[in-house]
């Protein structure tokens, strides 16, 4: 048996617009294991983002439970969300977000400064050189193309250690080839460091190279899940 890095119960999160109720995640019980490698897929609207949020504590939910990395965050406030996502959480979009003024090496170092750790340079160097961009420490985000941008994004996701990786369509902004490099570089940090890597994605190809995928369809999973993986 593995550690549990993430268990819900009937997780469920619904937006209230006006006289509207979307269940946009809807009764989700899921087990996520230490060194998984899960891709959240289906059609748009299914849920994938809303889930993937609510799992990394980027939004409160509405009701069940989500416990992660043995913590039950079920009705935790902002202040504990943020706590867990600094400490123990990192994160890659699509749109990359990296903030255009600052170089590739300053980008990468900013979640030190939140998290108020040692702003390092020696780390967030060896980090860019491990995702292949030793020759771009000091390009601005306009100064790199779009897979570089990427790497930049995932380093930077990385400085802070995170005991879980995030990534909502990491590939959804980047050609094919560019799409394959990304998602070698996620599968071999999975392997070769075990970390635990939860993104959700539209390309089939690239989704069932994942170790576990997960569909979803109208907020609920509609694929087989495994039970009970982890302790
Ligand atoms: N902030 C919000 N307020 C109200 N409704 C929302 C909000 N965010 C998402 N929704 C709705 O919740 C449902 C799930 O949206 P979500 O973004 O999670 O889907 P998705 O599977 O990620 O879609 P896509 O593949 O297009 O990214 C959709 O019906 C969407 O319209
Ligand atoms: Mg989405």
Same mark, same amino acid.
């Given at each position: 048996? *593995?550690?549990?890095?993430?268990?819900t119960?009937?997780? +469920?999160?619904?937006?209230k617009?006006?006289?509207?109720?979307?269940?946009?995640?809807?009764?989700?019980?899921?087990e996520?294991?230490?060194?998984?490698?899960?891709?959240?897929?289906?059609?748009?609207?299914?849920? *994938?983002?809303?889930l993937?949020d609510?799992l990394?504590?980027?939004t409160?939910?509405?009701?069940? %439970?989500?416990n992660?990395?043995?913590?039950?965050?079920s009705k935790?406030k902002?202040?504990?969300?943020v706590?867990?996502?600094?400490?123990?959480?990192?994160?890659?979009?699509?749109?990359?977000?990296?903030?255009?003024?600052?170089?590739?090496?300053?980008?990468?170092?900013?979640?030190?400064l939140?998290?108020r750790?040692?702003?390092?340079a020696?780390?967030?160097?060896?980090l860019?050189?491990s995702?292949?961009l030793?020759?771009?420490?000091?390009?601005?985000?306009?100064e790199?193309?779009?897979?570089e941008?990427?790497?930049?994004?995932?380093?930077?996701?990385?400085? +802070?250690s995170?005991?879980?990786?995030?990534?909502?369509?990491?590939?959804?902004? &980047?050609?094919?080839?560019? %799409?394959?490099?990304?998602f %070698?570089?996620?599968a071999d940090?999975?392997? *070769?460091?075990n970390?635990?890597?939860?993104? +959700?994605?539209?390309n089939?190809?690239?989704?069932?190279q994942?170790?576990?995928?997960?569909?979803l369809?109208?907020?609920?999973?509609?694929?087989?899940?495994?039970?009970? &993986?982890?302790?």
């Amino acid at each position: 048996m *593995k550690n549990c890095m993430i268990k819900t119960n009937k997780l +469920t999160k619904v937006y209230k617009l006006l006289a509207e109720e979307i269940y946009a995640v809807h009764d989700v019980d899921l087990e996520v294991a230490e060194g998984d490698f899960v891709a959240i897929m289906g059609p748009s609207g299914s849920g *994938k983002t809303t889930l993937l949020d609510s799992l990394g504590c980027l939004t409160t939910i509405t009701s069940g %439970s989500l416990n992660i990395l043995g913590k039950d965050v079920s009705k935790a406030k902002e202040n504990t969300l943020v706590s867990m996502r600094r400490q123990s959480l990192g994160f890659v979009f699509q749109d990359f977000l990296l903030i255009p003024t600052l170089t590739a090496i300053e980008n990468v170092q900013l979640p030190l400064l939140f998290a108020r750790l040692p702003r390092e340079a020696r780390q967030a160097k060896e980090l860019l050189e491990s995702v292949g961009l030793g020759k771009r420490m000091n390009h601005l985000p306009k100064e790199l193309s779009g897979g570089e941008k990427q790497r930049v994004a995932i380093a930077r996701a990385l400085i +802070t250690s995170p005991k879980i990786l995030f990534a909502d369509e990491p590939t959804g902004n &980047l050609d094919t080839k560019n %799409s394959n490099d990304i998602f %070698s570089l996620l599968a071999d940090l999975n392997k *070769k460091e075990n970390l635990t890597i939860i993104l +959700t994605t539209h390309n089939p190809k690239l989704g069932s190279q994942a170790a576990r995928v997960i569909y979803l369809k109208d907020g609920r999973i509609v694929s087989r899940e495994d039970s009970s &993986l982890c302790v």
